[in-house]
Nanobody
């Protein structure tokens, strides 16, 4: 089992920055999961934001956030981050972190709210 807890959400203005954190506990990461960030805006489907391969550090981003968001991890702290810069109103959503050891994300956090408005 893996427990994931997000933090760092808040209310910001367009153009501001925010950093989300996802603290992981439970099952060790010796088998190198893929950790990801997803988001769900009101009335919309959940969408992929970015992922990182825990051991290799390779990253992948959705086109909508490429160049503005940066995913990273601190293996010593078992924590993943999402640095979000140049935030837009369309980035407002509940952000979730997730983990998978195979093809399916089967561990999810509870979510953290990001509000972007002027």
């Amino acid at each position: 089992q893996v427990q994931l807890v997000e933090s760092g959400g808040g209310s910001v203005q367009p153009g501001d920055s925010l950093r989300l954190s996802c603290a992981a506990s439970g099952r060790t990461f010796s088998s190198s999961p893929v950790m990801g960030w997803f988001r769900r805006a009101p009335g919309k489907e959940r969408e992929f934001v970015a992922h990182i391969m825990w051991n290799a550090g390779a990253t992948y981003y959705a086109d909508s956030v490429k160049g503005r968001f940066t995913i990273s991890r601190d293996a010593a702290k078992n924590t993943m981050y999402l640095q979000m810069n140049s935030l837009k109103s369309e980035d407002a959503a509940v952000y979730y972190c997730a983990a998978r050891y195979g093809a399916v994300y089967n561990y999810w956090g509870q979510g953290t709210q990001v509000t972007v408005s002027s």
